[in-house]
């Protein structure tokens, strides 16, 4: 059980086009999730907190409007990397975790954006 | 704020070795959780083993095990018999109690095994 899927696994598009990753929590309810930023070699960096009907709860330092964040169902949450430029290319990785408990977050797989 | 340092970036094990790696942390809650997670040049974040830090015995997980020292906010995980597979990074974290709580994560070690 608790399986986070997270899509798409990798994404190559050019500078100044938007991007969509999409992370569901394919058996279990998660109002809240998380989206992580790494890169190579480096620790997970945690961007945002994404809150299923409300706005996401940005880290600081990581700008709101390039990284919009939706969470519209309890097994649903998008990022959206708008604008995208070359810096923007990292892996992605978002995790849930079951709603209101203290069970552990489940990772997704991660993406891998390279923007061109 | 609460932090997690892992100090050495990287080790080495003999395969069926036992090999442990370091982690510490600053915090002033007297309740929380640490995790390991492992991740494989796959990039897939696995939960290695999980402490509450409110329960005094270490957390073991078949060939993995924790020492957990509250007081001195020290978290090593130790890994006997190592297989090649368990060749990768690994990240120690912290987690508040409560639901839905944001982990932070130290900078992680990579772990090599030797056959």
């Known amino acids: 059980g608790a399986v986070v899927s997270q899509h798409p696994s990798r994404v190559i598009c050019k500078s100044g086009t938007s991007v969509k990753i999409e992370c569901r929590s394919l058996?279990?309810?998660?109002?809240?999730m998380f989206w992580y930023r790494q890169f190579p070699k480096q620790s997970l960096m945690l961007m945002a907190t994404?809150?299923?009907?409300?706005?996401?709860?940005?880290e600081q330092g990581v700008e709101k409007d390039k990284f919009l964040i939706n969470h519209a169902s309890l097994t649903l949450s998008t990022l959206t990397v708008t604008s995208a430029h070359p810096e923007d290319s990292s892996f992605y990785i978002c995790s849930a975790s079951v709603s209101a408990s203290n069970q552990p977050q489940h990772f997704g797989d991660g993406t891998r954006l390279s923007i061109l | 704020a609460q932090t997690v340092t892992q100090s050495q970036p990287e080790m080495s094990v003999q395969e069926a070795e036992t090999v442990t790696l370091s982690c510490t942390y600053d915090t002033s809650e007297s309740d929380y959780y640490l995790f390991w997670y492992k991740q494989p040049p796959s990039r897939q974040m696995i939960l290695v083993i999980r402490?509450?830090?409110?329960?005094?015995q270490n957390a073991t997980e078949n060939r993995f095990s924790v020492n957990f020292q509250k007081a001195a906010k020290s978290f090593s995980l130790k890994i006997s018999d190592s297989q090649l597979g368990d060749a990768a990074m690994y990240f120690c974290a912290y987690g508040h109690t409560g639901a839905n709580s944001k982990l932070t994560f130290g900078k992680g070690i990579t772990l090599s095994v030797r056959p």
């Open positions: 058996d279990f309810q998660a109002t809240t």
């Open positions: 994404s809150n299923e009907g409300s706005k996401a709860t940005y």
């Open positions: 402490q509450e830090a409110y329960k005094q």
